[in-house]
C-alpha cells in the first residue's frame, strides 16, 4: 500500500516537474521568437517581423507589447489599417501605455484619420477609458465599503457619512455612465481595406455611399452573407464587405 | 664639460647679483608720494602713486588712517631701467583716494621700510568739493556716481494698443574703468505691461558717453500693454561692483599678480536702474470691430490651401492655413470655419514657426473638415481678422473659394472604378507615410503578460470578487446601522425585553420555590418580582413600592393586589396557603405580569 502511494507521489512530482520544464521552454521559445521578430524589424524587414510577431500571438495569445511591435510594424510597411487595429487592441490590454497610445495618435493624425471629438458632458464621459471608469468605479465602491465599517467602529459625524456618502455615489453614478458609455464603444471593427467603401445594400453591385478610409473604425450592427451594417464615426450609414473590417475585440480572441 | 656648468656658472652670478644689486642701490633709494589730482569732486577719486627708486622687493608700506578718507589698493609695478650702462629699478604702489565727505585733507607722511630701513613720503594735502548744488533731475548723489560706474537706457516707445508686440531694445553700460561680475539679466517693474523672458545671451559693444568708455550689452526684447492708459515702467539689473580692497601688507610674494589674487577686490552689490518710461495703452477703436476679432496686433498675411480637392463625401480635407507677418501670434487664433449643416468640422491644430532673424513669423492651423452635403462644389471662403496698428483700424484677409471635386456619384457602382480612384489616393499617402514613420516610438523588448482573450476589466474574476464583497459588506454595515437606529429611537422594546427575561428568571425561582413547599420564601419571592417588574414599568426604585403605590396605580379588581397582601402579611406574621393555593398565585403573578408588559 504504502509502495503505491509512494509511486503514485513521484510519478505525480515527475509530472508536475515535466510540466514546468515544458512551460518554460514554451516561454523561452516565445522569447527566441519574439527577438528575432525585433531583430526583423530592426532591419527594416517588417514582412517577417510582422510573420513572426503573429506567430506569437497565434501560440500564447496576445499580450500589449506584442500587439504594439505588431501595429508599428504595419505601420512602417504602409498598412494602415492593421496598424490602428493592433494599437486599438494593444490599447484594450493597456490602456495607459503612453507610447501605444501616442503611436496610436501619431498615426491616426498622420494619416488624416481624425479622432471624434466630443461636446458637453460626452467630453467628460470620454475622457476616461472603460478600464479607467471600470477601476474608479471599484475604488470608489471599496472605499465607500470600507469607510462604513469604520463608521461602525468609531463614531463619525452623520453629516460627514452623509456627505462622503453622497459624493461617493454621485462618482459611481459617473463611473457607470462613463464605462457603459465607452463599454458601447469598445469593440469596433477597423477598416483594413485600402479600397473600402459603404453601399447602400449588401451587394457588390449596390451604389456606393461613400468611400470609407482605411483605418477609420466602424460599429457594425447586422450581418448579412458576405456585407456587415456599419455605422462610421460620422454616423454614416452602410453595408461594408466582412473582407473589409475586423473586430478590435474579435470573437475567437484571437 | 664646459657647457655642462655653464648653467651652475649663470645660478652663481645671478645668486651674486642678488646679494650684490641691493647693496649698491641702496645708497639710492628715494622714496615719493603724488596725488593725480589735489582737488576733486565727492563721489570722484584720486589717485595716490607711491614711488620707490631703488628698490624692487622687500618693502612694505604703512598706510595712514585718515578720517571720511579711505584707501584702496590698485595694485603695484615694477620698472628696471639701463641707462647708459648704469641701472636703476622703481617700485610704484598705487591707491583710490576716496573721500565721503567733502572737506581739505591732508595724507601724512608714509613710512616705508625696505630691508628694514624706514623712509618717509612728504606730506600730501588736498581737497574735495560738494558735487555741487542739486539740480531738478530726480536723482540723488549716489544715483548719479552710480550713472558714472554704470546705467541701463532704454529705447523709448510711443502709443500702443492693447496686446501689441512692442520691441525694445535695452542697453546695460558698464564703466570700463571698473570691474563688474555676476550681472543678471534686466527686469521689468511695472503694472499692465508684460515683457517676454529676456535672452541670456545680450550683444556686446563699446561706447564713450560723457568722455567716458563704457562696455554696453545689448538685449533686444519686446514689451506688451495689458492695461490701457499710461503706464510707468523701469528696468532693472542687478551687478557686483569689485571694489579693489586696501591691504596693509604686502603679499608674500611682493607681486601685484599675486597681490590681486589673493583677496585683491571685494564686492558690492549694485542695482542699475533705467529711467522711468511712459509706455501708452490705447484702447482698442469699437468701431468697425469685427465679431471675431481675437485680439491679433500687427500686419499679417492669410492664406488657405486644401487637399485632397478631388474627394469622395466623407473623405476629410485637410485645410491648411498660413498666417504670415509680424506681431502678437499668441493672439492669433485659427479662422472660424463658417457654421454650415453640410459640413463637419473638428478642432484645427496649431504651429508657430518663429521668425529666424528680422524675417517675419508664421502661424499654421490645420482643421480637418469632412463633406456631409454631396452638393457641397466649393470650400467656402474664411476670414482672418486683426487690428493694424499703424493704419490704426481693422483689418479683414479672406480667402478665395477652393473649388472641389466630389467623385462620388450615386448612380454608379461599377467596381472597377473605385478600384482606379483607390490607386490615385491611397498610393501616395503610403510614401508619405513611410517617411514619416520614424516619428513612432519605439518597439518593445519584453513580451509581456499574455491574454486568451481581450475582455474589459469587468468581466475579470477579481473585479467581480471585490465587487461583491464591497457591496456585500456594505449591505451588512447598513443593515447593522439601521438595527442600531432602530434600538437607539425605541429604547422601550429593548426595556420590555429585559423585563420579560427578568421576569422569566424571577418566575423560575417562584416555581421552585413553589416546588419546595417553602411558602414564605413563595411569597417574598412574588413581592419581590411584582416590585421589580412595577418598579421597571413605573420607573421607580422597586423596593420602594408598596401597597398603597399599588391600590393607587392598578386596578381595585387587579389579582396582583391580593397576592401582594398576602406577601406582606407573611413578611410580618406566619400566613398559611394551600398548595393548590401557590400554583394559583403562580399562574396569576405571571398573566398579570406578562400583560403589564
Known sequence: MKTSIATILIAATILLLQGFSLAAQSEQAINTIFEEANMAFSEGDYKTAIEKYQEITSQSGQSAAVLYNLGNSYAQSGQIGMAVLHYERAVRIAPSDSNIVGNLQLLKKESGLFVNEYEGFERILFSLSLSQWLILFLVVLAVLACFHIFSLLHPIRKKTIIVFTAFCCLILCLSSIGGYSRYQKFNPAIVISSDARLLISPFETSTSVGIIQEGRSVYPSKTHKNYTHVVDETNRKGWIANSAIEAVCNPAGK | ?597
Open chain 2, 1 to 597: 664639460m664646459q657647457l655642462r656648468l655653464l648653467p651652475i656658472f649663470i645660478l652663481l652670478a645671478l645668486s651674486l647679483g642678488s646679494h650684490f644689486f641691493p647693496a649698491t642701490l641702496r645708497a639710492d633709494i628715494t622714496v615719493n608720494a603724488s596725488l593725480s589730482h589735489t582737488s576733486f569732486p565727492e563721489g570722484r577719486m584720486s589717485q595716490l602713486t607711491i614711488t620707490v627708486n631703488g628698490a624692487s622687493r622687500n618693502v612694505d608700506i604703512s598706510l595712514p588712517q585718515i578720517d571720511n578718507i579711505s584707501l584702496h589698493s590698485r595694485g603695484q609695478s615694477s620698472q628696471i631701467n639701463f641707462i647708459n650702462g648704469s641701472m636703476s629699478s622703481s617700485l610704484i604702489h598705487n591707491y583710490l583716494v576716496q573721500a565721503t565727505q567733502p572737506g581739505s585733507y591732508t595724507i601724512p607722511p608714509i613710512t616705508v621700510t625696505i630691508s628694514g630701513d624706514e623712509y618717509t613720503t612728504k606730506q600730501l594735502d588736498f581737497d574735495v568739493t560738494s558735487s555741487g548744488p542739486k539740480n531738478n533731475s530726480t536723482k540723488n548723489d549716489s544715483e548719479a556716481r552710480l550713472d558714472e560706474v554704470a546705467f541701463l537706457k532704454i529705447t523709448t516707445t510711443g502709443e500702443h494698443y492693447p496686446g501689441e508686440i512692442v520691441p525694445i531694445t535695452i542697453q546695460a553700460y558698464f564703466n570700463q574703468k571698473y570691474r563688474f561680475d555676476e550681472i543678471s539679466l534686466p527686469t521689468l517693474h511695472g503694472d499692465g505691461v508684460t515683457s517676454p523672458q529676456i535672452s541670456g545671451n545680450p550683444d556686446k559693444g563699446e561706447e564713450v558717453v560723457d568722455n567716458r568708455s563704457y562696455h554696453v550689452l545689448t538685449w533686444n526684447s519686446s514689451l506688451s500693454g495689458v492695461k490701457v492708459g499710461k503706464q510707468s515702467l523701469r528696468f532693472t539689473l542687478e551687478a557686483a561692483l569689485l571694489i579693489p580692497q586696501q591691504r596693509r601688507r604686502q603679499s608674500p610674494f611682493d607681486d601685484p599678480f599675486f597681490s590681486n589674487f589673493l583677496g585683491g577686490y571685494q564686492r558690492k552689490p549694485i542695482s542699475v536702474e533705467s529711467d522711468e518710461i511712459v509706455f501708452s495703452v490705447l484702447p482698442l477703436p469699437a468701431e468697425n470691430k469685427p465679431d471675431n476679432f481675437t485680439g491679433a496686433i500687427g500686419d499679417f498675411t492669410f492664406e488657405v490651401t486644401a487637399s485632397p480637392l478631388s474627394l469622395d463625401v466623407g473623405e476629410p480635407i485637410t485645410l491648411r492655413m498660413t498666417i504670415h507677418g509680424k506681431g502678437n501670434f499668441d493672439r492669433v487664433e485659427a479662422p472660424d470655419f463658417p457654421e454650415n449643416s453640410a459640413w463637419k468640422t473638428y478642432t484645427p491644430t496649431s504651429e508657430f514657426s518663429p521668425a529666424t532673424d528680422s524675417s517675419s513669423e508664421s502661424k499654421f492651423f490645420e482643421q480637418a473638415i469632412v463633406i456631409k452635403d454631396p452638393a457641397i462644389r466649393e470650400i467656402p471662403s474664411l476670414r482672418f481678422n486683426y487690428f493694424d496698428p499703424k493704419q490704426k483700424k481693422y483689418i479683414t484677409r479672406t480667402s478665395d473659394p477652393i473649388p472641389i471635386k466630389l467623385n462620388q456619384t450615386i448612380a454608379q457602382p461599377s467596381t472597377p472604378q473605385i478600384k482606379a480612384k483607390v490607386v490615385i489616393t491611397t498610393n501616395p499617402v503610403k510614401q508619405e507615410r513611410i517617411q514619416r514613420s520614424e516619428n513612432l516610438a519605439p518597439i518593445q523588448l519584453e513580451t509581456g503578460s499574455f491574454h486568451q482573450t481581450l475582455e474589459p476589466v469587468f468581466k475579470k474574476g477579481w473585479y467581480i470578487l471585490i465587487c461583491v464583497v464591497s457591496i456585500l459588506s456594505l449591505f451588512v454595515t447598513l443593515f447593522i446601522k439601521k438595527t442600531r437606529l432602530h434600538k437607539a429611537n425605541h429604547p422601550e422594546i429593548e426595556q420590555a425585553r429585559y423585563r420579560k427575561q427578568l421576569l422569566k428568571e424571577d418566575m423560575q425561582t417562584i416555581s421552585q420555590a413553589a416546588a419546595s413547599g417553602n411558602r414564605t420564601q413563595f411569597l417574598s419571592d412574588c413581592r419581590k418580582t411584582t416590585q421589580s417588574q412595577l418598579g421597571l414599568l413605573w420607573g421607580v426604585e422597586p423596593t420602594a413600592i408598596s401597597y398603597t403605590d399599588l391600590c393607587n396605580r392598578l386596578p381595585s379588581e387587579s389579582p396582583l393586589l391580593d397576592i401582594f397582601t398576602q406577601a406582606e402579611a407573611a413578611a410580618y406574621g406566619a400566613v398559611v396557603i394551600s398548595d393548590e393555593q401557590m400554583q394559583a398565585y403562580v399562574t396569576t403573578l405571571s398573566t398579570e405580569l406578562e400583560n403589564l408588559i
